[in-house]
């Protein structure tokens, strides 16, 4: 039981525990309202929170939680471990504790052990803040929300044909005329590089690695009405509110696209310490076969001269890739085969059961439906290995979640297309299959409510699901 004594002990001083350490304290001290603080130890003590890092590696995502009457002992060979452990104590913690005022109530704790490790090592969810600009408030937020179900990725979709959303210093009018509007023509928005900086080192404080996207050849109006030499006729293009895809892209045949794709990407890997650079690459309809595997090639060279992995929709296996690179399934399994083939990997994210912006079923008042109604039962029940046939879990490297927001105005729109989708998709990328099972899932499921609740999450009461 937590009380006003109870302390959060590190061993031995370490910086990495004590960041988590005082992550945790922020989440138990404001409904506890006990004021629990971290204080460095370098014997495992008899009572409280015992924190230790195991072994000397920093990676490796496993945890050891051993809980009882007096001692809750979280170990691991590493701080996003320990970070893991922690959002399952705050799953075994009375729902209120994610209260933000102090609740009453005692604070029990269910006692035993649990070891736990990871399935895939990219478990991720996917926002488009180009169709409707989300402020830097809402993807921490987001940042939060998909922490606590073990979510170690935020791929950032930053822009597309409504909007450009991220500050280029050496293309200033992307942010002028490029992320003015949005669809529907209300007002856009971008983040600058101060603020970008901030969701990533958020996001680092809390494992999840950031994926910036530019996506192009296609899906580039924005920035083709920023730059008119971008256009094969020089002409820049009207900017664009609507929410048709595949009509525009960059005139692959012009140098000038090249320095320009070099210079964001350059820009970008300024501001990101993780290995990835998204560059997009799909429903580029009206770029020439011919035209786009050159294109994607040299996109994909430039991103490897600035050190980084590229990432990109599975169309992108089109082109010769690098057996580094990332091919993200999200429409045709055969493209992401093609892109195995060359010995690349694969990202799992299906539009059938993966996409959050798919509506729920036909009453559902926001979302689209092109890839089929999804019920929490559907982005629930499938397996990657299953799912994608000849594809090996070896050639995984984990799954993703993507939410579009064409008909997604505002968060609560966008926590109600995702919740409770999302830790579904979530265990699917964190436990093996031998041990998911809807029956059983879904009585978890509905015991979250409360805690859905208690973080003012809208969420959609699914009839499928028992809520408590
Ligand atoms: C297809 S998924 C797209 C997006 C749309 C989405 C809507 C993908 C790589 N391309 O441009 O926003 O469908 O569900």
């Not at 050849?217 to 580039?220: E, K, L, R």
């Given at each position: 039981m937590l009380s006003a004594q109870t302390v959060i002990y590190v061993q031995n001083g370490s910086e990495d525990l004590t960041l988590v350490a005082n992550y945790l304290a922020g989440i138990l001290n404001p409904a506890t309202g006990f004021g629990i603080k971290v204080e460095s130890v370098d014997q495992a003590p008899t009572s409280g929170i015992y924190f230790a890092l195991t072994g000397n590696e920093k990676s490796g995502e496993a945890y050891e939680l051993t809980i009882t009457e007096k001692l809750i002992s979280l170990s691991s060979s590493s701080p996003a471990g320990l970070f893991y452990g922690i959002q399952t104590l705050r799953h075994l913690l009375p729902a209120s504790i994610e209260k933000s005022s102090v609740q009453e109530g005692q604070w029990l704790i269910a006692t035993g052990t649990i070891k736990d490790s990871p399935t895939f090592g990219y478990r991720g969810a996917m926002l488009d803040v180009a169709r409707h600009f989300f402020s830097v408030e809402d993807v921490k937020r987001f940042i939060d929300l998909i922490s606590i179900y073990k979510m170690n990725a935020l791929h950032l979709h930053l822009s597309d044909d409504q909007g450009w959303r991220i500050e280029i210093k050496s293309w200033p009018n992307l942010t002028v005329v490029g992320s003015a509007k949005e669809v529907g023509g209300t007002e856009g928005g971008f983040y600058t590089q101060e603020e970008y900086k901030g969701i990533v080192k958020y996001a680092q404080d809390r494992f999840v690695t950031i994926v910036p996207e530019i996506d192009m050849?296609?899906?580039?109006n924005s920035a083709l009405a920023s730059y008119a030499e971008l256009n094969c006729d020089g002409k820049a293009t009207e900017t664009y509110t609507g929410i048709d895809v595949g009509f525009s892209t960059f005139c692959t045949d012009k140098e000038v696209v090249y320095e320009f794709v070099d210079d964001v990407v350059r820009e970008l890997v300024e501001m990101t310490p993780g290995p990835y650079i998204h560059i997009g690459g799909d429903e580029s309809h009206v770029t020439a076969m011919e035209d786009y595997i050159p294109f994607i090639e040299r996109a994909q060279a430039i991103v490897k001269k600035y050190g980084k992995t590229v990432m990109g929709w599975d169309e992108i296996a089109h082109a010769k890739l690098e057996e580094s690179s990332v091919v993200q399934w999200w429409a045709k399994v055969e493209n992401a085969k093609m892109g195995v083939e060359q010995g690349a990997k694969v990202l799992v994210s299906p539009a059938t059961n993966a996409y959050l912006d798919m509506q729920y079923d036909s009453t559902t008042r926001i979302g689209l439906h092109w890839a089929g109604y999804t019920e929490v039962d559907n982005a629930y029940i499938w397996d990657p290995v299953d799912i994608a046939k000849g594809i090996p879990a070896e050639s995984m490297i984990g799954i993703e979640a993507p939410i579009w927001t064409e008909t997604i105005t505002n968060m609560d729109e966008l926590e109600y297309m995702t919740f409770p989708r999302l830790p579904g998709l979530a265990e699917i990328g964190w436990t093996p299959k031998s041990a998911r099972d809807w029956e059983t899932y879904k009585v978890r499921l509905g015991n979250q409510k409360a805690r859905f609740e208690a973080l003012e999450i809208d969420f959609y009461a699914s009839k499928l699901v028992p809520w408590e």
């Open positions: 050849p296609g899906h580039t």
